[in-house]
């Protein structure tokens, strides 16, 4: 019988011989949403044997509501990594800058990253725009900042 056991480790819980990975993905629509779940699901396939993972997801409307956001922004303090995925059509929305400037003041820098995922027909000045802002509020608290310009990855993979 495999039994897998969890222990309570400051806050955050562990299974035994694997650290945990949390993962938190915000998502601009629908395509972006499965973007940034197609780089969680890859990043869980070549490190499964590595991390024990887990995930939010939460929609930019979501962060509409203050009481959302602040919730989506704490989840994201104790997330390892956090995936933002934008269609880079447009300048993010300011309550997406409110969730990323909420985010970042409870953060635990040391063990915090950021990768943004735009979509490559993302407006060139667009993209430039957010990930100078982005940079500059991650810098602040010595956040690692990992900007992509991508498609889509595919859904299955052969072995």
């Known amino acids: 019988m495999n039994a897998t056991v969890v222990c309570k480790i400051g806050g955050k819980l562990r299974t035994r011989g694997r650290p945990f990975f949390n993962t938190v993905l915000i998502y601009e629509d629908l395509n ?5 779940w197609n780089f969680y699901e890859e990043l869980t396939r070549r490190f499964e044997e590595d991390f024990e993972f887990s995930h939010l997801m939460w929609s930019f409307s979501m962060l509409a509501e203050p009481q959302t956001l602040h919730l989506a922004a704490r989840s994201a303090a104790d997330a390892s990594l956090v995936i933002l995925s934008s269609t880079g059509a447009t300048k993010l929305p300011a309550r997406v800058k409110n969730w990323v400037e909420c ?7 040391e063990n915090s990253a950021l990768v943004t995922l735009m979509d490559h027909k993302a407006k060139a000045r667009t993209v430039a725009l957010t990930h100078s802002y982005l940079r500059q509020v991650l810098e602040s608290r010595k956040i690692d900042f990992f900007p992509h310009c991508t498609s889509a990855l595919p859904m299955s993979h052969p072995e």
């Open 32 to 36: 972006s949403g499965k973007r940034s």
């Open 103 to 109: 985010w970042v003041r409870f953060a635990n820098s």
